[in-house]
């Protein structure tokens, strides 16, 4: 008996240094293969199986919209849309689940009210109403997110490939998946569209190409504004981090120059009203609405953020594994470049002062920095190396 549990362990033992050995030497391909399979299954449920949310009546609308149209038309367009794509249940959920909803749906001109919290979001309303010239509007929405997911999945085997840490696909692979990369396929919002840019943008800023650092980044924040706050915080970190970026300096200044005009032009009704909007109320309508600024009522919304965050969502969870990943790292003497460290000081400092300024505890409006702080790490992890003397797994190593 244990000369059979000996020969066992053996061929175990053998088996296991074989696939090793395997692993090891076609790694790379076998990443990008993995990450490019998760990639498409996702995109393929994004197509069969999309989600719809309220707010894509608002981007329907903000897309279709021209100068003197009236508040009936954007309405009919947009509910008109939606509730010949959709089955009855699903509408009947968007337009009566909640006091707010029915508000909308039967006032045109209470609708309208919110479209500046969408029109903001420029180049992603731009994108909507220009492919809507070949495809249907909803459809448009749709497709946005699932090409943005095929592009954030070759984004990120374009990086690892670069780190020559393709190896490690799987810890990418759990970070998407932890990230909610499948639900954003999913559903018509801009945040997987914003990723895309800022990813890209990221990328060339890991490896100085200070042209294209800018111009994708500033791309970003057409998409979503709010990604000013980050690209400002990475500004400062690179400079104090003796690791300056003209193309970073670039997009700030040129987000900043244009962040007011953009915000103006979109009638957006400020950030004490947004903030009173997401965290106290869902008013019916923003005519008149001037809600007086209060300390208690801000500090009140930071901590049911937060407390959310802890309990229903899981980037805050992310982050500090991640974080205690890198001060391990650091530990263990696997250092980041100076560029790696750079995006993570800044990521997290970013991540603070975005939720201290607007807190949001959803994960889907913290996945471009998840994607690029795991990213990162990935990246730098693949300088790890061990080896086991004498063993099957001799000489075996990440890189």
């Given at each position: 008996?244990?000369?059979?549990?000996?020969?066992?362990?053996?061929?175990?033992?053998?088996?296991?240094?074989?696939?090793?050995?395997?692993?090891?030497?076609?790694?790379?391909?076998?990443?990008?293969?993995?990450?490019?399979?998760?990639?498409?299954?996702?995109?393929?449920?994004?197509?069969?199986?999309?989600?719809?949310?309220?707010?894509?009546?608002?981007?329907?609308?903000?897309?279709?919209?021209?100068?003197?149209?009236?508040?009936?038309?954007?309405?009919?367009?947009?509910?008109?849309?939606?509730?010949?794509?959709?089955?009855?249940?699903?509408?009947?959920?968007?337009?009566?689940?909640?006091?707010?909803?029915?508000?909308?749906?039967?006032?045109?001109?209470?609708?309208?009210?919110?479209?500046?919290?969408?029109?903001?979001?420029?180049?992603?309303?731009?994108?909507?109403?220009?492919?809507?010239?070949?495809?249907?509007?909803?459809?448009?929405?749709?497709?946005?997110?699932?090409?943005?997911?095929?592009?954030?999945?070759?984004?990120?085997?374009?990086?690892?490939?670069?780190?020559q840490a393709l190896q490690l696909a799987p810890l990418a692979l759990a970070a998407l998946m932890l990230s909610g990369f499948g639900e954003l396929a999913r559903l018509g919002t801009p945040d997987l569209y914003s990723?895309?840019?800022?990813?890209?943008?990221?990328?060339?800023?890991?490896?100085?190409?200070?042209?294209?650092?800018?111009?994708?980044?500033?791309?970003?924040?057409?998409?979503?504004?709010?990604?000013?706050?980050?690209?400002?915080?990475?500004?400062?970190?690179?400079?104090?981090?003796?690791?300056?970026?003209?193309?970073?300096?670039?997009?700030?200044?040129?987000?900043?120059?244009?962040?007011?005009p953009i915000t103006h032009a979109a009638g957006h009704p400020g950030w004490w009203v947004q903030m009173w909007f997401t965290h106290v109320e869902y008013v019916g309508t923003l005519e008149n609405f001037h809600p007086?600024?209060?300390?208690?009522?801000?500090?009140?919304?930071?901590?049911?953020?937060?407390?959310?965050?802890?309990?229903?969502?899981?980037?805050?969870?992310?982050?500090?594994?991640?974080?205690?990943?890198?001060?391990?790292?650091?530990?263990?003497?696997?250092?980041?470049?100076?560029?790696?460290?750079?995006?993570?000081?800044?990521?997290?400092?970013?991540?603070?002062?975005?939720?201290?300024?607007?807190?949001?505890?959803?994960?889907?409006?913290?996945?471009?920095?998840?994607?690029?702080?795991?990213?990162?790490?990935?990246?730098?992890?693949?300088?790890?190396?061990?080896?086991?003397?004498?063993?099957?797994?001799?000489?075996?190593?990440?890189?």
């Amino acid at each position: 008996m244990n000369t059979l549990i000996a020969r066992t362990d053996r061929l175990l033992l053998a088996s296991g240094g074989r696939a090793a050995r395997i692993w090891s030497s076609q790694s790379a391909l076998f990443g990008a293969i993995l990450i490019a399979t998760f990639t498409l299954v996702v995109a393929a449920v994004g197509i069969v199986y999309p989600k719809t949310n309220w707010d894509i009546f608002a981007y329907l609308a903000s897309a279709y919209e021209t100068p003197g149209m009236s508040a009936q038309l954007l309405h009919d367009h947009a509910y008109g849309t939606v509730r010949d794509a959709i089955a009855p249940g699903e509408f009947t959920v968007l337009t009566e689940d909640r006091d707010y909803r029915v508000r909308q749906y039967a006032d045109p001109d209470a609708f309208v009210t919110m479209l500046g919290f969408y029109k903001v979001k420029w180049l992603y309303i731009e994108t909507i109403r220009v492919m809507s010239g070949f495809v249907d509007s909803l459809t448009t929405i749709r497709l946005i997110s699932v090409l943005s997911a095929l592009a954030v999945g070759a984004i990120s085997i374009v990086w690892l490939w670069s780190r020559q840490a393709l190896q490690l696909a799987p810890l990418a692979l759990a970070a998407l998946m932890l990230s909610g990369f499948g639900e954003l396929a999913r559903l018509g919002t801009p945040d997987l569209y914003s990723a895309v840019f800022f990813a890209g943008g990221m990328l060339a800023f890991l490896h100085r190409r200070e042209a294209l650092t800018g111009f994708l980044l500033f791309l970003a924040f057409l998409v979503r504004p709010d990604h000013l706050a980050y690209i400002g915080v990475l500004m400062v970190v690179a400079v104090y981090m003796r690791s300056i970026s003209w193309g970073v300096v670039a997009a700030f200044a040129g987000a900043a120059a244009v962040y007011v005009p953009i915000t103006h032009a979109a009638g957006h009704p400020g950030w004490w009203v947004q903030m009173w909007f997401t965290h106290v109320e869902y008013v019916g309508t923003l005519e008149n609405f001037h809600p007086p600024f209060s300390v208690a009522v801000y500090l009140q919304s930071v901590i049911r953020a937060l407390v959310r965050s802890l309990v229903e969502n899981e980037w805050l969870g992310v982050l500090i594994v991640g974080t205690a990943i890198w001060w391990q790292m650091i530990q263990h003497n696997v250092e980041a470049t100076r560029r790696e460290s750079v995006i993570l000081v800044a990521t997290l400092l970013a991540v603070a002062a975005k939720f201290a300024v607007f807190p949001l505890f959803d994960t889907r409006f913290h996945f471009a920095y998840l994607l690029v702080f795991c990213l990162t790490l990935v990246g730098a992890l693949g300088q790890l190396r061990f080896r086991i003397p004498n063993g099957p797994f001799s000489d075996f190593s990440l890189r």
